[in-house]
């Protein structure tokens, strides 16, 4: 139950770390969750949070049904209890610029592609920098997913869809406001229809309408992915009835070589499907080998609506505040150009990962 304004005292000490947990509990949902992050039992969280009660004054939580679920007063101090923990890294940060030097572990989750384009250049940006580690960790996720995700990494590699709106939608805004996820936005790629070799639209070079594709077979992501979504959206904006998809992979690879094998159509991201390319001519000399039912897809832009996705990186306001979390924001702006023109980056530091999912 809520102590009415004005009758609680003014708390004499609120204790950083019983703040944190509550903050974690916010993002987190659950005790248990909560506990795993701070390596408790999730008995010492309760015991933490019910001394943050006497120490505040007021209910700040409330149980609904096994949950529990923060009151009007545990999310006013919840909000101010993020102002602490920025105020507390940018006060690190200065110190760390004042010595000069950037220490310390950075948790770095990325999807694949991201990994294969912006990663090498990346190490190779903070190679300036031997006081910082990068761990990396791989995780392809979707939409509101990713602002989750920065529960769990420092900087989050992500990527949405255009046909999704922005990062932080109007369906997914408290989500997004209460972790306060900032966005960096690195590159907007075109998603381009890719098809075999030897097909009739590989040697055009004007965009690609619906009209040219609609009776055609696909190879795509699987069901309501987002790239699953832009296709849709491209027919739909046409008013042409959906797609027939008659495969779908969550890897790229493997839409690619169906394709270039001529078993479909690929709406591909255009720099990603060309990670693998051996020199800067590869995409245009499949071209050349049309009739020989083999090779790498030929990519063709798409006519309006032109689909796309955006590739940002993500992190918790908290987060970014840290000196080498700074740092690792400004290589990734520095180096994302380089993801669309693949230049050959010899490799850096080493590097620290393990894979979870996709």
Do not use: N
Request: charged share 25%.
């Amino acid at each position: 139950m809520d102590v009415p304004t004005g009758q609680a005292p003014p708390p004499r000490h609120l204790d950083v770390r019983r703040l944190g947990l509550l903050r974690d509990l916010e993002r987190l949902g659950t005790v248990t969750a909560v506990a795993r992050r701070a390596h408790l039992t999730p008995t010492a969280v309760s015991q933490q949070l019910k001394t943050l009660e006497r120490e505040a004054g007021a209910s700040l939580l409330r149980r609904v049904g096994r949950r529990v679920e923060l009151t009007d007063a545990g999310r006013v101090l919840c909000e101010a209890a993020g102002e602490v923990e920025q105020a507390l890294e940018r006060v690190q940060a200065r110190w760390d610029d004042y010595h000069g030097e950037v220490r310390g572990t950075v948790r770095l989750s990325v999807f694949p592609t991201a990994a294969q384009g912006l990663l090498p250049h990346l190490l190779t940006a903070l190679a300036r920098h031997p006081g910082l580690e990068l761990e990396v960790v791989e995780a392809d996720l979707h939409g509101d997913e990713y602002a989750a995700r920065t529960d769990l990494a420092d900087v989050v590699l992500a990527h949405r869809a255009s046909v999704d709106g922005p990062w932080s939608g109007a369906v997914s805004q408290a989500l997004w406001r209460r972790r306060g996820v900032r966005v960096v936005d690195l590159v907007e790629e075109p998603l381009d229809v890719g098809v075999p070799p030897g097909h009739p639209l590989a040697g055009t070079t004007r965009p690609v309408e619906v009209e040219d594709v609609r009776a055609e077979t696909w190879v795509g992501v699987p069901a309501g992915w987002p790239f699953d979504r832009a296709l849709l959206a491209w027919f739909a904006a046409a008013g042409a009835p959906a797609p027939q998809v008659t495969h779908r992979f969550a890897d790229l690879r493997t839409q690619q070589a169906l394709v270039g094998a001529g078993h479909g159509l690929a709406l591909l991201p255009r720099h990603a499907a060309r990670l693998g390319d051996t020199a800067s001519g590869a995409a245009s000399e499949a071209g050349s080998e049309a009739g020989s039912g083999a090779g790498r897809p030929v990519l063709l832009p798409t006519a309006a609506p032109v689909q796309t996705r955006r590739i940002a990186a993500l992190a918790r306001a908290d987060q970014a505040e840290r000196a080498a979390v700074r740092v690792v924001l400004e290589a990734l702006r520095e180096v994302a150009p380089r993801y669309c023109g693949h230049a050959a980056v010899p490799t850096a530091p080493t590097v620290r990962g393990d894979r979870e999912g996709g």
